[in-house]
């Protein structure tokens, strides 16, 4: 288990931009689909999400190879 999340959080780092990309898109479509009534709480869901992902990013990368 522990080497998939290492792996998770290495392909994490290699693809932040295109993941961060991608959860903005996701927020895009769900205030479309909703015809904006949960603007708000789709744009805080996105914001948290996209933290979470940084987050991760950020303690991948401060872990030493092993």
């Not at 693809?15 to 009534?37: D, L, P, S, V």
């Amino acid at each position: 288990m522990r080497d998939f999340m290492d792996k998770a959080k290495e392909q994490a780092k290699q693809r932040e931009q295109q993941i961060n990309q991608g959860i903005q898109k996701a927020g895009q479509q769900m205030n479309q689909r909703t015809g904006g009534r949960y603007e708000k709480q789709i744009e805080k869901g996105v914001q948290k999400t996209q933290q979470g992902v940084d987050k991760s990013v950020e303690k991948g990368a401060g872990q030493r190879e092993g």
